[in-house]
């Protein structure tokens, strides 16, 4: 089953907690840190060529890291899980619709969710004045985001034209590719992609797009579904069939899909075309000359063929690569391109304080972390907070702001009242 969409929820590891542990022998802290929470990457791979694998899985988590262990021992980090997905998938953040990554190459990849960091254990807090101090962190939570996947097929060469002119028979004929083919519209529903050997040395690959009706940019017949796989292309090829058996005119169909093509995105219209005038052998020859010089007139080169009788179709093969190489040349394309690496990074916002009736509000990622990861239970996490926010110039804001003994302090989900409560925690 061929399927280019896909919706997907991911949630990177949460991290491991740090404890508070003490050496028994000689005092001291000796907790160790957590481990970080493992990330959730997604990687493009020649390996596949649909979305289907999505279908039934479409929920994925980065291993959670461990805990801190004594005499400083540190919990080992969560395992990363790498999401495989073909090459040409785009990937957008589905609150947003921001377009995150176009994964065009195999090896590419993007970090779709962070695993959050683990906790600091009580021996990362000592100093020369407190060498055992009763502090720790929690582990966080790992980011987590919805993600729509769509697929646009890769190929250097897009063969187009209305249904039954012998575009499948065409792929089937020039490459491995064995497509469905049958004498009525619509036989292929889904895009045949195929190699195709020019001369034993040099390739290209070809996509056969299904669908091209009147209409089709609007969704009509299969629709601007399969539209989208030829926007990567760089040559078309344009099937018409000059045996027009069921009274059609070759030229009014040329110019029909390519109205198609234009209607859908300006830049399908100006792609390079090679046209080619099927089922030459319904004809006798003074009736091809005829349909080519119509063609003619029109400023068109119709390279007559037939594809049932393999006639003419090598020197198809032959100029279709010619063609795509100068396109390549003038487009300055590399024969080889560097794996690239893709990381999602939100912007860090500053500290930021806001009044609420007899409340004050501080948000801001670090503040907001700070609290977050503490464990207030101690006097010396408390002290320990108050530190920090005097560093981060949090406290100096607040008075600036009005702040009072007495008002109420949230920072994140937290509540706290006055210096010398200021980690009770209220909520």
């Known amino acids: 089953m061929f399927i280019d969409e896909a919706k997907i929820h991911v949630k990177a590891g949460r991290g491991g907690d740090g404890i508070i542990c003490f050496y028994n022998y000689r005092g001291g802290a000796a907790g160790g840190n ?25 929920k994925f988590r980065g291993k959670d890291g461990q805990p801190g262990g004594k005499n400083k021992r540190h919990g080992f980090s969560g395992d990363d899980i790498v999401i495989h997905v073909p ?18 190459h195999s090896g590419e990849e993007i970090l779709l969710a962070r695993g959050g960091e683990g906790g600091r254990g009580n021996a990362s807090f000592v100093t020369s004045v407190r060498q055992a101090p009763r502090i720790c962190e929690r582990g966080l939570h790992g980011e987590k985001r919805s993600i729509d996947l769509e697929l646009k097929l890769l190929a250097d060469v897009g063969i187009i034209g209305l249904p039954n002119v012998g575009k499948s028979s065409l792929i089937s004929s020039i490459s491995a590719r064995k497509a469905k083919i049958a004498s009525y519209p619509f036989t292929t529903v889904i895009p045949n992609l ?10 290209f690959v070809a996509v056969d797009v299904p669908g091209l009706i009147e209409g089709a940019h ?28 069921e009274g059609s005119d070759p030229l009014d169909d040329y110019m029909r899909i390519n109205y198609e093509l234009s209607a859908f995105a300006s830049e399908l219209a100006d792609k390079p075309q090679l ?14 000359d005829e349909i080519c010089a119509r063609f003619k007139q029109q ?8 594809v ?37 990074q939100g912007e860090e916002a500053g500290i930021i304080i806001r009044r609420e009736e007899e409340s004050f509000i501080v948000a801001g990622e670090k503040v907001e972390k700070l609290v977050t990861k503490l464990v207030l239970d101690s006097q010396d996490a408390r002290d320990y907070l108050y530190e920090r926010l005097e560093k981060m110039g ?11 003994d007495g008002d109420t302090l949230v920072i994140g989900e937290m509540e706290f009242e006055t210096r010398e409560s200021i980690c009770d925690v209220t909520t």
């Not at 957008?92 to 065009?104: I, V």
């Not at 292309?233 to 099937?239: A, P």
């Not at 046209?275 to 091809?288: A, S």
């Not at 949090?394 to 009072?404: E, F, S, T």
Request: proline share 1%; net charge positive; glycine share 12%.
């Open 308 to 344: 049932a009788t393999g006639a003419k179709v090598r020197d198809l093969v032959k100029q279709t690569y010619h063609l795509l190489s100068t396109v390549r040349k003038r487009d300055g394309i590399p024969a080889v391109r560097r794996r690239r690496i893709y990381r999602y």
């Open 394 to 404: 949090v406290i100096r804001k607040l008075a600036g702001a009005g702040y009072r």
């Open 34 to 58: 957590g481990g970080n929470g493992g990330d959730v990457v997604m990687q493009a791979t020649a390996n596949i060529t649909t979305l289907f694998s999505f279908k039934n899985q479409r």
């Open 218 to 245: 609007t969704g009509k017949g299969l629709g601007n579904k399969f539209l989208k796989h030829i926007e990567r292309t760089r040559v078309l090829i344009h099937i018409v069939d000059i045996a027009a058996l």
């Open 87 to 104: 090459v040409g998938t785009i990937v957008r953040d589905s609150t947003t619709g921001e377009m995150l990554a176009d994964l065009s």
């Open 275 to 288: 046209v080619v005038g099927n089922k030459i052998d319904l004809l006798d020859e003074k009736r091809v």
């Open 194 to 203: 195929g190699v195709v050997d020019v001369n034993g040395i040099n390739q």
């Open 299 to 306: 400023g068109i080169d119709l390279l007559p063929i037939s």
